[in-house]
Nanobody
Framework: QVTLVESGGGLVQAGGSLRLSCAAS??????MGWFRQAPGKEREFVAT????????YYTDSVKGRFTISRDNAKNTLYLQMNSLKPEDTAVYYC??????????????WGQGTQVTVSS
């Protein structure tokens, strides 16, 4: 059984930091990433990373503030979030696909972890 379990969310003041983790089990994934969904909004892309960590991609609004990384020995994905803003408030979802390219049709998802940034 394949599972993705996020942790590390919480309440933080603007300007603060959080580190999200996503522990995968059941198989390994070529590409992993993070999406988020704010109240009343659609789920949006945050960042992805390839198997060897040689390619990372970020949405413009988090570039320079968030860093995605992975530890393949632990089958775990991370998202270091610095300089957090109230607009970063959302449920953050871990996702993973077997292939190199991210495709929704083949994606696995975690249950999500809440990140709340107070002003």
């Amino acid at each position: 059984q394949v599972t993705l379990v996020e942790s590390g969310g919480g309440l933080v003041q603007a300007g603060g930091s959080l580190r999200l983790s996503c522990a995968a089990s059941g198989r390994t994934f070529s590409t992993m990433g993070w999406f988020r969904q704010a109240p009343g909004k659609e789920r949006e892309f945050v960042a992805t990373i390839t198997w060897n960590s040689d390619h990372t991609y970020y949405t413009d609004s988090v570039k320079g503030r968030f860093t995605i990384s992975r530890d393949n020995a632990k089958n775990t994905l991370y998202l270091q979030m610095n300089s957090l803003k109230p607009e970063d408030t959302a449920v953050y979802y871990c996702t993973a696909v077997p292939g190199v390219r991210f495709e929704f049709k083949s994606a696995y998802w975690g249950q999500g972890t809440q990140v709340t940034v107070s002003s």
